[in-house]
């Protein structure tokens, strides 16, 4: 394996374990503020963390070429309006999903993007192989297991995160397309900052904002906003330009893993063995959809997408 790949893998996995523990943090930080304020403002903190290096990018100093292009109509389209809509529509519904369900639930549920990812695949006429169609059978087996009760119903917001996956995998598919083609911070900050305004501008409609509440939030707020938003994203947007979109998907699929660790450990969240089991499963059926067809299944050596 080049070692180019093997730090783009090891980007990714350090993104997987940043945004799984975010989940913590976020749980955390509904005690204090609402889903629309915390986003808006651990948002525009991850803007601010990139403004160095967007400053810094337009000099002649020595910066990876891929951060240097000069920005185009293109880049500031592309950035702000498709990434941008897509990760404050994902971000809200998991965020408000954080107030009803618990940090591991979240992190799975979120997970199942792996699965959805080829399945999207169909609207472009794109054909799942049967290692997705089999993750999909499985993942769902999971999520009955894990969210649906006796009565067939299933939590509030362990729905609301469900629906957010698939704004999750929209959003993994259009920063696959976009980042080979502009600049990785740039697009960054400008998905960045059209979350944030999107959602401060429904936390006013929507929520009451209080100093009091963003001083108590400040620690969950700084996590999420300079970790996982400001260093984990743009690490995913850097590494896959050169990761193997197999290994991509497969390893951030790993922070449903941390989120579930992260709210044993510091939370003290517990699963019934039958939630156990749909955990297994879920993420059994997201690595079976990216793992098929590679070498370690006896298949051809090929791309999962």
């Not at 629906?163 to 740039?186: D, E, N, Q």
């Not at 401060?200 to 929520?207: G, K, R, S, Y």
């Not at 743009?234 to 991509?248: D, E, K, N």
């Not at 660790?261 to 959809?289: D, F, I, K, P, Y």
Request: with cysteine; aromatic share 10%.
């Amino acid at each position: 394996m080049h070692a180019k790949m093997l730090q783009s893998d090891g980007l990714l996995l350090l993104t997987a374990m940043i945004w799984g523990f975010a989940f913590v943090a976020q749980r955390v930080g509904m005690d204090y503020v609402g889903p629309f304020t915390f986003n808006g403002i651990r948002f525009a903190l991850g803007c601010l963390v990139l403004l160095p290096l967007v400053a810094k990018s337009s000099g002649p100093a020595a910066l990876p070429e891929s951060i240097r292009p000069r920005l185009t109509r293109g880049q500031l389209i592309g950035g702000a309006s498709l990434t941008g809509l897509a990760l404050f529509a994902g971000a809200s519904l998991q965020q408000v999903g954080l107030v009803y369900t618990t940090a591991g639930n979240a992190g799975f549920i979120t997970g199942l993007y792996v699965v959805i990812v080829p399945l999207l695949g169909l609207f472009w006429g794109q054909r799942p192989g049967a290692g997705t169609w089999i993750g999909a059978f499985l993942a769902a087996g999971g999520l009955y297991l894990l969210s649906v009760t006796a009565s067939f119903t299933i939590a509030f917001g362990d729905l609301l995160e469900l629906f957010g996956a698939f704004f999750w995998a929209g959003h993994v598919l259009i920063i696959g397309w976009l980042s080979p083609r502009t600049s990785p911070v740039r697009l960054a900050i400008f998905q960045y900052a059209a979350c944030s305004v999107l959602s401060l501008a429904a936390a006013a409609v929507f929520e009451e904002v209080t100093a009091a509440g963003i001083a108590g939030a400040f620690v969950p707020i700084l996590y999420g906003g300079a970790l996982s938003v400001g260093v984990a994203y743009t690490l995913q947007i850097v590494a896959q330009q050169s990761a193997h979109p197999a290994h991509a998907a497969i390893l951030l699929s790993l922070e449903a893993v941390f989120a579930a660790l992260g709210g044993w450990v510091l939370l003290g969240e517990r699963l019934s063995a039958r939630g156990v089991t749909g955990c297994a499963l879920m993420l059994a059926g997201m690595l079976l959809s990216q793992l098929w067809g590679l070498q370690i299944f006896g298949g051809p050596n090929r791309s999962s997408r």
